[in-house]
């Protein structure tokens, strides 16, 4: 605290560079809580030790606290990145790291890329400075022109991560089973959706089989699975509704499909494309199934996709399904890029509220994680961005972004190279220049 | 009205210009049969305007006659025009893409439709895009939608020279030759970097190195060279002329100057290795697309009158994408250098303004100013120059085609959507009107189809 007097000024935004065990307070924002506070003029949000201890309008911030200046600023929760690779890849052509695909058979449902994340890899960093403050990371099958004869219509383990820089960025393990149907499903199953539906329902009847027979699996008097033990271990979190199936799936009739399995098995499913889930928008409010889309995708990229539309948030939303969105074209270096989404999705109909929702608290419901993160209350853990404009709007970029508490550091190697090359001045080479 | 008749006489010279390009002989092969849609005198009255050329004008008019821009100006009078009120709104220039692959690489992205890159030989400057592009793609139209009035489709980036580009006019066509914009030159596609070497490399084939790929480049140059001083010299009656070879003609194009260089190339080092490559052989290269490191060398660029034409913030997805910034345009920009924002993509070509906001907010944060009215020209008059129709669309100048959009708002706002489309001065596109829009017959039956453009 004897540091407040020097801090005391400066006209914006303080850093606070060290401990987060310190009180903070964010002092006269308009406050988009996304929680039942809903929206506060100059409010006062209180932080200590990493955790929101109150929100409310004009109240005064307790003594001999450091105090950010949100003043005419937009406060919003930290933005939650539903899909991708952060952390997993640095590079994925040619040159790698690339964690999130597997290059042989080996597991399945066991395949859990908690076990990779890099809190310090550039893209973590070059996220968080524009607002992404926790990510689902999640594995990805093979792609159409990746090597390899892998199957993976059940790619592995989606994690839980805080973008920070603490050793204890890996947040929940589990939070989904991705699993891939459709077109996408086809491919990795030797050509038919049939295959896939069939590798998925074989998964799940070997995982009740072990786990109604344990013992007798163990004792070597149950029949051997095509699974081993650690995904038939893994899928047990599927079976009693823990982990939701994370099902990239986008056409209509899959989706009905995909519906029958859930009820059958009676578990949890999320669905990730979801380009022609609209047309189905009531069932899947009724059955629970939440949708994470990508709204500027309209395009019939292939035949699951060939009922796309831009109002496909605005109608999901309407009809009561929890929705959060991801860039189709690059949710893992550009997750950044998850305001456009929302954005163009208020552009075709979605309320702006329900657009920023999608961003925040949507995925932390989605992925059972709500009552720690997702919006600014008392209790949760204070990720929070303060934006000097609308955060919807392309022009926007963040002034400070807190990650449980602390104010973190807004450089990235891109903030790095942007400043080397912003100086002009010859002489030595750009090398030379800090 | 003398802003009117200044206008005018604007018109017929510029028409004469035009006329007088090469690109519009009839007899040459595939030569366009574009169409303008039928039109009328369209009168739209008190917008925010952006030219395109560099100025914004408050509360303006513009004045569309015959498919040519007539007037702007305060308190315009059109007798016999359709008066639409576009107070509150914004015009721009027709959006142009120097950089798509609509057609080639078309929706639903099946390996049947995969026309885009002759994998066969590192170098095929013999082929055209347009020979590959399926009018009815569906991208055209969602690029329709967001105000996009033209676009180069170029061949892909597998090889060092992929071929001949095509820039059309955005309005669907039954066949190729009913979109290609009249009196374009050619466009020829070639590429740095880690594509070509990968690709046949990865085949045990030349290139395999970034050494190799300027081996094959300066090669290409050679035979070339030695084709067009054999030809030229059969001209002159000293020897037989070699048999007409389609590759080498597309070549000895570029170094008579008549088709234009666009060069995907990403990295600092390999544009400065492309521009010496370019003097050697006397040739030009209008633009680096991609050029994800122009920032680095975009005094280089400015030099060269090289255009730079960039994503807003495509990065990482290969290693010679590692270093892209947001910046990057607005450095490029500042030096005094070309730049354009282009898409490479069937999503991104649907809202290059909104790439460009991102570029807006983004120098902003360092102090670097950009006005709506410069950086409509990344998307307008910039990629306009790089394709050579400069003199006829790109900015909204008396005397150019009526290619203009009008917007719901301010078009670097993310809320902000194309309302009206005009290609020569036809209303092409109508977002509150799906009547007006084109439907492509692969769309007819889909939710596609019933909200017209959606």
Partial sequence: MSRLSTLFGL????????????TTAIVGGTVHTMGPQGTIENATIVIDDGRIISVGEGTAP???VTTIDANGKIVTPGLFSPIGNLGLVEVGLSAGPLDAVQRDNAFTASFDVADAYNRRSTLIAINRVEGITR?????????????????????????????GDSEHS????????????????????????????????????????????????????RRTYSHGVADLEALQGVLSSATPLYVDVHRASDIEVLMQLVDEYGIRAVISGGAEAWMLAEQLAAAD???????????????????????????????????????GQSHTHNARNIT???????????????????????????????????SIEPGKEADIVIWPDDPLELTTYPEQVLIKGESISMTSRQTLLRDRYLKTESGKPPAYRR | MKTLIVAIATVALLITACDAGKGDDASAPFASRYQPLPGRATLLTGATILTGAGTRLDNADILLSDGKIVAIAEDLSGENATVVDASGRWITPGIIDVHSHLGVYPSPATASHSDGNELTAPVTAEVWAEHSVWPQDPGFVTALAGGVTAMQILPGSANLIGGRGVTLKNVPGRDVQSMKFPGAPHGMKMACGENPKRFYGGKGLAPATRMGNVAGYRSAWIAAADYRTKMEAAEKGKGEAPMRDLKLETLVGVLDGEILVHNHCYRADEMSIMLDIAKEFGYKITAFHH???????????????????????????????????????????????????????????????????????????????????????????NPAKALGVDAVTGSLEPGKMADVVVWSGNPFSVYTRADQVYIDGALAYDRHDVSVNPVTDFTLGTSAAEGGAQ
């Fill in chain 1, 62 to 64: 307790p003594a001999k």
């Fill in chain 2, 291 to 381: 050029a994800v490191e122009a920032y680095k060398v975009a005094d280089l660029l400015a030099e060269n009158d090289t255009c730079a034409a960039m994503w807003a913030d495509w990065w990482g997805f290969k290693m010679e994408a590692y270093d892209g910034i947001r910046e990057n345009a607005a450095l490029v920009d500042r030096a005094g250098a070309c730049a354009i924002i282009h898409s490479d993509s069937e999503v991104g070509i649907q809202r290059l303004n909104q790439e460009t906001a991102k570029v807006i907010g983004a120098a902003a944060r360092v102090g670097i100013d950009i006005a709506p009215e410069r950086a409509i020209q990344w998307i307008t008059s």
């Fill in chain 1, 170 to 221: 890996l947040e929940r393990r589990a939070v989904a089973l991705v699993v891939n149907l459709g077109e996408r499903g086809s491919g990795l199953a030797g050509g038919s959706r049939v295959g896939a539906l069939l590798t998925l329902r074989n998964a799940l009847n070997e995982a009740i089989d072990y786990r109604d027979h344990k013992d007798d699996f163990e004792r070597g008097a």
């Fill in chain 1, 289 to 327: 199934i939440a949708v994470v889309l990508a709204p500027m995708d309209i395009l019939p990229g292939n035949f699951d996709r060939i009922n796309a539309r831009r109002e496909s948030a605005a109608i999901l939303a309407a009809a009561g399904v929890t929705i959060s969105f991801a860039d």
């Fill in chain 1, 135 to 163: 990510a689902v990371i999640t594995p990805r099958p093979r792609g159409p022109y990746e090597l390899g004869n892998m199957s993976h219509v059940i790619s592995g383990l989606a994690a839980m991560v805080n973008l």
């Fill in chain 1, 340 to 374: 456009q989404s929302a954005g163009n999705a208020v552009a075709n109909g979605l309320s702006w509220d329900d657009a920023l929702r999608a961003i925040t608290l949507a995925p932390a419901e989605i992925f059972g994680v709500a009552s720690s993160v997702g």
């Fill in chain 1, 11 to 22: 006209l914006a935004i303080i850093v606070a560079t060290s401990a987060v065990a310190e």
